[in-house]
């Protein structure tokens, strides 16, 4: 069973037991966390895709860490005139494990359509 949620502005494919790294949560390591923005649920060749959410679905995940991707380097440079400037950056994450996928139960794409 999988589901698609929504975090941190971005939409993830997780299944129970999987390990994501998502823009940083404000949660201590080890809670649990619950979230309900879940756009489908799915097993196999049956969906469900909500309009714009599945309603009563929800992914229970624990923290596991927080931390720093690695550095992204910024070059900017105007040719011929003498001008070079080097920056960095360091997206924060907090890396989650997948739990258990609850809620409303997948229908058959094919019974639905």
Same mark, same amino acid.
């Given at each position: 069973?999988?589901?698609?949620?929504?975090?941190?502005?971005?939409?993830?494919?997780?299944?129970?037991? @999987?390990?994501?790294?998502?823009?940083?949560?404000?949660?201590?390591?080890?809670?649990? #966390?619950?979230?309900?923005?879940?756009?489908?649920?799915?097993?196999?060749?049956?969906?469900? #895709? /909500?309009?714009?959410?599945?309603?009563?679905?929800?992914?229970?995940?624990?923290?596991?860490?927080?931390?720093?991707?690695?550095?992204?380097?910024?070059?900017?440079?105007?040719?011929?005139?003498?001008?070079?400037?080097?920056? =960095?950056?360091?997206?924060?994450?907090? @890396?989650?494990?997948?739990?258990? #996928?609850? /809620?409303?139960?997948?229908?058959?794409?094919?019974?639905? =359509?």
């Amino acid at each position: 069973m999988y589901a698609v949620i929504k975090t941190g502005g971005k939409q993830y494919r997780v299944a129970a037991g @999987e390990k994501i790294k998502v823009e940083q949560i404000a949660a201590d390591v080890g809670q649990e #966390i619950v979230f309900d923005q879940v756009l489908a649920v799915g097993n196999g060749a049956d969906i469900k #895709i /909500g309009t714009p959410l599945v309603s009563g679905a929800t992914v229970s995940v624990t923290v596991l860490a927080h931390g720093k991707h690695d550095k992204v380097g910024i070059f900017k440079m105007r040719r011929r005139k003498h001008y070079q400037k080097r920056q =960095g950056h360091r997206q924060q994450f907090t @890396e989650l494990l997948i739990g258990a #996928i609850l /809620g409303a139960a997948a229908t058959s794409a094919a019974a639905a =359509g």
